[in-house]
């Protein structure tokens, strides 16, 4: 099930008195950590209808459903979000849901989540089709929490929650998918007051939070949690071998930028642009 329609977000009008630009926020809840391989246990959807960076008011839509995975929830899984089992025994699989959730993501300009792509991925496994948005419609608000308060100790939705009293009006538990998808929304406004630099309209904010983040530690290989800043003036020879690696660009690209930054005009040179 496709895309229900294109619209013109990134023309030059876009954002403009008049224009509208629907976000839709989201939140699984799931079985587990891997996005590979975890089931839905919940799904929730708000979609926001904003005029220019201010929301209408009156014009949201919702949709939230507990979802019977085709696996058991573990226990593990549970002690976060609190579903269990017995309270997924008579509810609807992801597939069946199909089409409500195809209704409001086909409506939608924006999506948006916090770490975008777990969430993505997993929808994208169980409902083929219906969240294939392109990347500058993709706004991750874990990415645009990082560029705007990079010295945060966390940066979780939670932790952003008390930090910035995000849950102010809100009723409802963390870690359910309505509650946090509602937190979301707080925290992309909360930032949109905060005033993220060279951001004046969506398309601006989408394409701030997709730039390159600055990279402290690495996070794999032999030198995991070393500063990426000491392994590349200690160990040039590993990082041009890493840069010249063909997955570190896809599945590394902060770290791959971060590197390149950190790198003198002439070692940048002998590595692939």
């Given at each position: 099930?496709?895309?229900?329609?294109?619209?013109?977000?990134?023309?030059?009008?876009?954002?403009?008195?008049?224009n509208t630009v629907r976000v839709l926020y989201l939140d699984t809840e799931t079985t587990g950590a891997d996005p590979g391989s975890a089931d839905i246990c919940e799904v929730a959807l708000l979609l926001s209808t904003y005029n220019g960076f201010e929301r209408c008011p009156g014009e949201d839509e919702i949709f939230e459903s507990l979802v019977k995975p085709s696996e058991e929830v573990p226990p593990e899984a549970s002690a976060i979000h609190h579903i269990t089992n017995d309270m997924?025994?008579?509810?609807?699989?992801?597939?069946?849901?199909?089409?409500?959730?195809?209704?409001?993501?086909?409506?939608?300009?924006?999506?948006?989540?916090?770490?975008?792509?777990?969430?993505?991925?997993?929808?994208?496994?169980?409902?083929?089709?219906?969240?294939?948005?392109?990347?500058?419609?993709?706004?991750?608000?874990?990415?645009?929490?990082?560029?705007?308060?990079?010295?945060?100790?966390?940066?979780?939705?939670?932790?952003?929650?008390?930090?910035?009293?995000?849950?102010?009006?809100?009723?409802?538990?963390?870690?359910?998918?309505?509650?946090?998808?509602?937190?979301?929304?707080?925290?992309?406004?909360?930032?949109?007051?905060?005033?993220?630099?060279?951001?004046?309209?969506?398309?601006?904010?989408?394409?701030?939070?997709?730039?390159?983040?600055?990279?402290?530690?690495?996070?794999?290989?032999?030198?995991?949690?070393?500063?990426?800043?000491?392994?590349?003036?200690?160990?040039?020879?590993?990082?041009?071998?890493?840069?010249?690696?063909?997955?570190?660009?896809?599945?590394?690209?902060?770290?791959?930028?971060?590197?390149?930054?950190?790198?003198?005009?002439?070692?940048?040179?002998?590595?692939?642009?």
């Open positions: 099930m496709g895309m229900m329609n294109e619209p013109d977000l990134f023309s030059s009008t876009a954002d403009e008195p008049g997924l025994a008579d509810k609807p699989s992801i597939g069946e849901l199909a089409a409500p959730i195809a209704g409001l993501a086909g409506k939608a300009d924006i999506v948006c989540a916090h770490n975008l792509d777990y969430d993505i991925t997993i929808l994208g496994r169980r409902l083929p089709g219906i969240f294939d948005f392109p990347v500058e419609r993709r706004l991750d608000s874990l990415r645009l929490a990082r560029h705007l308060w990079p010295l945060v100790p966390s940066h979780s939705l939670q932790s952003l929650r008390y930090r910035f009293r995000l849950d102010s009006g809100l009723q409802g538990d963390a870690h359910r998918a309505l509650f946090d998808t509602m937190l979301v929304r707080a925290l992309v406004e909360h930032a949109l007051q905060s005033g993220p630099p060279d951001a004046g309209d969506w398309t601006e904010l989408v394409t701030f939070a997709n730039s390159p983040l600055e990279i402290k530690v690495f996070s794999f290989g032999k030198y995991r949690g070393k500063l990426v800043e000491d392994v590349t003036a200690q160990d040039p020879d590993y990082v041009k071998w890493l840069l010249r690696q063909e997955w570190m660009p896809a599945e590394h690209p902060d770290l791959y930028h971060t590197i390149l930054s950190k790198m003198g005009d002439g070692d940048r040179q002998k590595c692939p642009s």
